[in-house]
């Protein structure tokens, strides 16, 4: 049933306007809408809702993430637009912050203003 519907990222922010600014200008997401609730960016057909909340302690995992076909070029490219890619240090990252899985998957992690940890990654 759902396997053939659309589907719809959430990401909590508490402050509207640093949040517009960074999907949109920093990470390149194409803005759609603004309500009460949300600001609603689109990216590669899927919507994501960034949800107004109150409150909220970021998860320390990924809670959004992109498959990207050149990662070092997506990361060159967010680095160059002031994103700082996260460090940590049990796992072995290259100079870019870039770590590469036992399988082959490489993936580098950075966050949101509001300290949400997003991903890029490619096979």
């Not at 490219?77 to 240090?89: A, D, I, W």
């Amino acid at each position: 049933m759902l396997d053939s519907a659309s589907v719809i990222g959430f990401v909590p922010t508490k402050d509207f306007r640093r949040a517009m600014s960074f999907y949109g200008a920093t990470v390149g997401l194409r803005f759609v809408a603004e309500d009460d609730f949300a600001l609603v960016f689109e990216s590669a057909g899927t919507k994501i809702r960034i949800v107004k909340v109150d409150d909220f302690t970021p998860h320390a995992f990924t809670i959004l993430g992109w498959q990207v076909d050149d990662i070092q070029e997506s990361v060159a490219s967010l680095s160059e637009r002031g994103v700082t890619f996260e460090r940590y240090p049990w796992m072995q990252q290259d100079a870019s912050a870039i770590w590469t899985a036992p399988g082959g998957v490489r993936v580098a992690w950075f966050k949101d203003p509001d300290g949400n940890v997003l991903s890029v990654s490619s096979r």
